[in-house]
Antibody, heavy 126, light 109 residues
Framework: EVQLVESGGGSVQSGGSLRVSCAAS????????MDWVRQAPGKGLEWVGR??????????LYAASVRGRFTISRDDSMSSLYLQMDSLKTEDAAVYYC?????????????????WGKGTTVTVSS | QAVVTQEPSLTVSPGGTVTLTCGSS?????????PYWFQQRPGQAPRTLIY???SKHSWTPARFSGSLLGGYAALTLSGAQPEDEAEYYC?????????FGTGTKVTVL
């Protein structure tokens, strides 16, 4: 069964750091791109960023709101995805979801979001 | 950053049809935005319903369909079921940056 399980959420003070993780199972992790998406309490979804696979140089992309503060990494040998969050702000408080992307082979190949984890909660206090 | 807009709420009768739309502040939504639609039931994680405008996942019920309509991405639900009551989000790609829509709460009543 394909599974994504986030962990590492918790409470941190504004200006602090936290690393959340996503453990993948049931598929060949190294083949896939991976995203982080977050949802503040009572709010909508916000795309945080992406890390591509080894074949695409482990390239990372970030939303403007987190660029320079958050770092996405992965360990293919551990089938794990990470989100290092530094200089946290109160507005970073959210449920953080990891999302798998799978390659679609058509006229123009692309990756699409297919499987979501259940999320881990990050609280940032002032 | 682009703003992606959706209707805040829509109501549909059981068995009825409803269309949700997704607009971009930058102009017409095209297939190049690779429009997605996600469903999020209360207390649950989102799940992908539609990607690349109209492609469905294996778990997407046949009553959901995606399209481009009058400059918008659209999600049509035909034959609404009580379990379709949820929040629906679209997502557009802007050259490697992704922006979610504001979300539409669909009530089946």
């Amino acid at each position: 069964e394909v599974q994504l399980v986030e962990s590492g959420g918790g409470s941190v003070q504004s200006g602090g750091s936290l690393r959340v993780s996503c453990a993948a199972s049931g598929f060949i992790f190294s083949d896939h791109y991976m995203d982080w998406v977050r949802q503040a309490p009572g709010k909508g979804l916000e795309w945080v960023g992406r890390i591509k696979n080894r074949a695409n140089g482990y390239t990372t992309l970030y939303a403007a709101s987190v660029r320079g503060r958050f770092t996405i990494s992965r360990d293919d040998s551990m089938s794990s995805l990470y989100l290092q969050m530094d200089s946290l702000k109160t507005e970073d408080a959210a449920v953080y979801y990891c999302v798998r992307l799978t390659l679609v082979v058509e006229r123009s190949n692309y990756y699409y979001m297919d499987v979501w984890g259940k999320g881990t909660t990050v609280t940032v206090s002032s | 950053q682009a703003v992606v807009t959706q209707e805040p709420s829509l109501t549909v009768s059981p068995g009825g049809t409803v269309t949700l739309t997704c607009g971009s502040s930058t102009g017409t939504v095209t297939s190049g935005h690779y429009p997605y639609w996600f469903q999020q039931r209360p207390g649950q994680a989102p799940r992908t319903l539609i990607y690349a405008t109209s492609s469905k996942h294996s778990w997407t019920p046949a009553r959901f369909s995606g399209s481009l309509l009058g400059g918008y991405a659209a999600l049509t639900l035909s034959g609404a079921q009580p379990e379709d009551e949820a929040e629906y989000y679209c997502l557009l790609s802007y050259s490697g940056v992704y922006v979610f829509g504001t979300g539409t709460k669909v009530t089946v009543l």
